[in-house]
């Protein structure tokens, strides 16, 4: 099955540690993407990626970090730098960077709650 | 800095009745996306429209682009209860995809 995988669904953490949320697609796609969506807000962009290796900082990067060592995978780490950092967080993926004809694949989420 | 703006936040119809979002730029986009997000789900693509003026249909849904390519709406007809969720636009705009914040649409049976 191709696809994109997130886990955990649900992370509960307490309040001043890190937390590393994992992302994961088979579809052979260039992009990755990160975004949080709060309830009743839209889609935020935290970080991109459009290479292995590269990556840039989206509209609401502070108090995240991300890496890509590989084209398959694209974890996100949520630092006590982010002062709130309960949310719903989202990954995707397109064939390529955002382009005329590209559409993004999401995963299913991660509910993380900070304690 | 560069905003699609998305009317109503919330709607609730009666099953049967006509739904309809709207999504509004202040910048021309190249291109506008359409999500749908089901309740404690992911947001799955419907559809993309490129042209000015482009209207491009889906069973009972109707998407439609403005001709100055900074507006869109989409209209479901005789909405069903399989309808249920949040509705998303996200326009392209300097090589940057800038959600709208969604429409949640309820259905009553």
């Known amino acids: 099955d191709g696809g994109i995988t997130q886990s955990p669904k649900y992370l509960f953490r307490k309040e001043g540690q890190n937390v590393t949320l994992s992302c994961e697609q088979n579809?052979?796609?260039?992009?990755m993407y990160w975004y949080r969506q709060d309830p009743g807000q839209g889609l935020r962009l935290i970080y991109y990626s459009q290479i292995v290796n590269d990556f840039q900082k989206g509209d609401i990067a502070e108090g995240y970090s991300v890496s890509r060592e590989k084209k398959e995978s694209f974890p996100l780490t949520v630092t006590s730098a982010q002062k709130n950092p309960t949310a719903f967080y989202l990954c995707?993926?397109?064939?390529?960077?955002?382009?005329?004809?590209?559409?993004?694949?999401f995963g299913p989420g991660t509910r993380l709650t900070v304690l | 800095g560069q905003q699609v703006m998305q009317i109503p936040q919330y709607q609730h119809v009666q099953e049967g009745e006509d739904f309809t979002t709207y999504c509004n730029s202040s910048t021309t986009l190249s291109n506008i996306q359409w999500y749908k997000q089901r309740p404690g789900g992911h947001p799955v693509f419907l559809i993309q429209l490129v042209k000015s003026g482009e209207v491009k249909k889906q069973k009972r849904l109707t998407f439609q682009f403005g001709e100055a390519k900074k507006n869109s709406s989409l209209h479901i007809t005789a909405t069903q209860t399989t309808d249920v969720g949040t509705y998303f636009c996200a326009g392209l705009a300097g090589g940057k995809l800038i959600f709208g914040q969604g429409t949640e649409l309820s259905v009553k049976p």
């Open positions: 995707a993926s397109s064939q390529d960077l955002i382009g005329d004809t590209d559409t993004q694949y």
């Open positions: 579809l052979n796609h260039d992009a």
